[in-house]
């Protein structure tokens, strides 16, 4: 039979970070987000829990999980916060998953122990300025000079990049182009205070405030040749494997906020009065809150069901899509229903539900917008 029901050591792991977030997260990350301050402290603190090595070996001074135990984590997280949610989701899935499915194991020796330990942070430099969705149109180009690569151009919205712990952005770039037109994309480790390498000042974003992101350019960065992550000309191919497996983790920390709106509602809708009664008592709330435990359960198989195919060596990509375009939605619903069960209150920046309404947004369109993944969604199904 089917069981749904997480094993033991699951469910330690879940109420274990349930609790922090709710003790350690909560009472703080408010006045964090309006002062938009990358949260130091809690960082330190889930590096000590282990946070950021649950799913790599302990041979590289990770936890010996699985990617299934990361979900769980960034969804607890997500319940109170998505911006600390996503620094340990991009800590992990794109800064020092790349390295250790891809890199040499010099490269893991070197750079994971300090990753998994969450004493370094790790970034993934994909998207730039006019590339968008179209990661195929990288124009950053590094050309092999010597016993160097020699980097030039530029990435957007790049997450983790530029924090005072901050040690490699891993960066795809065009290193030749085939006399077909044809691009040749390949990914490069470049350490944090290369020189020519520069991190703009931080974004002014809607939400997400907590998170850091910025800007990168590389100008004549030079890195040694070793730094290349995986085969010359695989960097592309590399990076979309990654992406699957951001998208389910991105899908659990969709489910977290859209559980937390639900979380907030419950307690609201007990302590409020409207003419004379507490609002849960009218149905057109019960139904709200209802159809928010809907998309927050369903949601929740959706992405249980991809990272099922994923341990199990499955392919998942559509698994992957389903779940993020699924979670995404739920996160942005449930935020914009939440905000309207809490009235003017859920415009004010002290409660909760008005930073989930700011953080969802982002969700439908990081690591593959929803058309995007409608797009490989039917791509899969043989549609065209």
């Known amino acids: 039979m089917i069981d749904f029901r997480l094993d033991d050591e699951y469910e330690a792991l879940r109420k274990t970070v349930e609790e922090f977030a709710r003790s350690e997260v909560a009472p ?25 090595g649950l799913p790599f070996p302990e041979q590289y ?6 990617y299934f135990a990361l979900c769980l984590t960034l969804e607890e997280l997500a319940r109170v ?4 949610a996503i620094t340990v989701e991009a800590g992990v899935s794109l800064g020092a998953m790349p390295i250790y499915r891809f890199g040499t194991e010099e490269q893991k020796q070197k750079w994971l122990p300090e990753l998994c330990a969450g004493t370094a942070l790790g970034a993934f430099g994909l998207t730039e300025p006019g590339g968008g969705s179209d990661a195929g149109a990288t124009r950053t180009r590094a050309k092999l000079d010597g ?3 020699l980097i030039n151009g530029s990435k957007s919205f790049i997450t983790n990049s530029g924090t005072d712990i ?13 006399e077909n037109g044809r691009k040749e994309i390949s990914a490069i480790i470049v350490p944090s205070g ?42 592309y191919a590399q990076f979309l494997s990654i992406l699957d497996e951001g998208r389910v983790a991105i899908a659990a920390l969709s489910v977290g906020l859209a559980q937390g709106c639900v979380d907030e509602c419950l307690r609201y809708v007990k302590e409020r009065e409207a003419f004379g009664h507490k609002i849960g008592e009218y149905q057109a709330i019960q139904f709200k809150i209802a159809d928010m435990e809907v998309r927050t359960h369903t949601a929740r198989l959706a992405y249980y069901a ?34 309207q069960i809490f009235g003017g209150y859920g415009f004010m920046n002290e409660f909760p539900v008005s930073r989930f309404y700011r953080d969802a947004k982002i969700l439908e369109i990081g690591e593959g917008t929803s058309e995007v993944q409608r797009m490989l969604i039917a791509r899969h199904l043989g549609v065209a």
């Open 81 to 84: 916060d998505s911006s600390v």
């Open 306 to 339: 991809a990272a099922s195919k994923m341990l199990r060596g499955e392919p998942f990509k559509k698994e992957a899509s389903i779940a993020k375009l699924v979670a995404s939605n739920a996160a942005m619903d449930n935020s914009r229903d939440a905000t």
């Open 147 to 149: 016993d160097t690569w």
């Open 28 to 52: 703080v990350i408010g006045d964090l987000y309006e002062r938009e301050e990358f949260p130091y402290e809690i960082v330190a603190k889930m590096a000590e829990m282990g946070l950021f």
């Open 194 to 235: 290369t020189p020519g390498f520069a991190v703009a000042p931080k974004y002014s974003k809607v939400g997400w405030n907590c998170s850091d992101t910025h800007e990168l350019s590389f100008d004549d960065v030079r890195v040694p040749a070793e730094n290349l992550v995986g085969e010359r000309g695989r960097g």
């Open 166 to 178: 901050t040690k490699l952005v891993t960066v795809t770039a065009v290193t030749d182009v085939k």
């Open 61 to 66: 001074g990770g936890m010996g999980g699985d």
